[in-house]
């Protein structure tokens, strides 16, 4: 209880501080640090006291699947600031009247970041109301910070999809925290397959963004290698797009038209399409490999788990159709979806669905 009671006081604390004003803003991080490591301690005497008073310390499904989602948001949010560019976050630098730095400004970012994405340990099964408004009112804090650090930047174009991807990861981690103050978590079932295709394909889409940002802030030796590498990140980017611009303004959380399925079979053969580029990317040649690797192993995990729910989709869709209850994800063309092509991807169900695929790339 105390400790929930410090973590108040530093919460109403921070509605003065502006990371614009402050005179260093080591004070924005050091406070953010001890609302972390505040929240570490809450978390682990909850779950000691769980074991203590019921024997067992496991969560729902839904609460598992709320923690995981707001990670995805957050490690989305992150990725996007990793990629701005200087001249954007230069324009924060003016602001605070040459206070921060790029750097300390990003520095500020990650560990409200970091903050945030601790807070989703005080998600819990029934916890006490208080508690979890509590949560709510700690990630509100970190998050309006955020948000007001994005505001204030005048980006270029690729930017403005940046700052529109942080804009909507927040918010969307936010709503999550809403539910959970108001005693409703849910899972990814309930949750529906479509919004969580556009989480994993926004979480994609940043990190790619990093990789490639990463690239051309890095000095390289073999020119030549790493300029097809970074086209051929761009060329995954552009499939990932593709298939949010797919995903855009429609609801999916039922298959209830074959119109539906061949929705998910158009993008099981863009995510196709993705990995295979993927896979031809030699991280050898990063100036990074094992920290890049790691991105974009990451990248093709969330494909493989993207993909997988496009066919449990389309199964829903066409029961004639059926795959392995396991796909491949080391061999892509296996999934039998190589091509974006609907009519080469799943021939058997374009009957004039009315589906129309847009072939535009939208920016988020």
């Keep these: 209880m105390q400790c929930l009671q410090a973590l108040s006081h530093l919460d109403q604390s921070r509605h003065a501080i502006n990371p614009f004003a402050e005179q260093s803003p080591d004070i924005v991080c050091h406070v953010s640090d001890a609302v972390t490591k505040l929240v570490d301690a809450i978390a682990t005497l909850s779950r000691a006291n769980a074991y203590v008073t019921t024997g067992k310390v496991e969560e729902s499904s839904a609460t598992t699947d709320t923690k995981r989602r707001i990670v995805r948001y957050i490690n989305?949010?992150?990725?996007?600031?990793?990629?701005?560019?200087?001249?954007?976050i230069s324009q924060l630098v003016t602001e605070s009247n040459g206070r921060c730095t790029e750097s300390e400004i990003r520095t500020m970012a990650y560990h409200l970041l970091v903050e945030a994405a601790s807070i989703s340990s005080l998600i819990r099964d029934e916890e006490k109301e208080t508690n979890r408004k509590s949560a709510l009112h700690a990630f509100s804090t970190?998050?309006?910070?955020?948000?007001?650090?994005?505001?204030?930047?005048?980006?270029?174009?690729?930017?403005?999809?940046?700052?529109?991807?942080?804009?909507?990861?927040?918010?969307r981690a936010f709503e999550e925290h809403e539910r959970n103050a108001a005693g409703v978590c849910i899972n990814d079932d309930v949750?529906?397959?479509?919004?969580?295709?556009?989480?994993?394909?926004?979480?994609?889409?940043?990190?790619?963004?990093?990789?490639?940002?990463?690239?051309?802030?890095?000095?390289?030796v073999i020119e030549g290698d790493i300029e097809n590498c970074k086209r051929t990140i761009l060329g995954v980017g552009e499939k990932l797009q593709a298939a949010l611009s797919v995903l855009r303004g429609r609801s999916l959380t039922d298959v209830k038209s074959l119109g539906d399925a061949n929705v998910f079979s158009h993008i099981t053969g863009i995510l196709a399409d993705a990995q295979s580029l993927l896979e031809a990317i030699d991280v050898r040649l990063?100036?990074?490999?094992?920290l890049h690797g790691e991105l974009l192993n990451n990248v093709r995990k969330t494909l493989c788990e993207a993909a997988a729910i496009c066919?449990?989709?389309?199964?829903?869709?066409?029961?004639?159709?059926?795959?392995?209850?396991?796909?491949?994800?080391?061999n892509p063309r296996a999934w039998g979806f190589p091509s974006t092509s609907v009519e080469a991807a799943f021939p058997s169900t374009v009957i004039d669905s009315g589906v129309c695929y847009s072939k535009a790339y939208f920016l988020l």
Excluded: W
């Design 76 to 88: 989305t949010a992150c990725c996007a600031i990793s990629s701005m560019s200087d001249t954007s």
């Design 142 to 171: 970190a998050a309006s910070i955020l948000q007001r650090m994005v505001r204030h930047l005048v980006p270029d174009s690729t930017d403005t999809q940046l700052c529109k991807i942080v804009q909507i990861s927040i918010e």
């Design 191 to 220: 949750f529906g397959s479509g919004c969580n295709l556009s989480i994993m394909l926004l979480e994609a889409v940043s990190t790619m963004h990093a990789v490639h940002t990463s690239l051309n802030t890095t000095p390289t």
């Design 286 to 290: 990063f100036p990074n490999p094992t």
């Design 311 to 330: 066919i449990k989709q389309q199964c829903a869709g066409n029961p004639e159709y059926s795959v392995p209850t396991e796909l491949d994800c080391a």
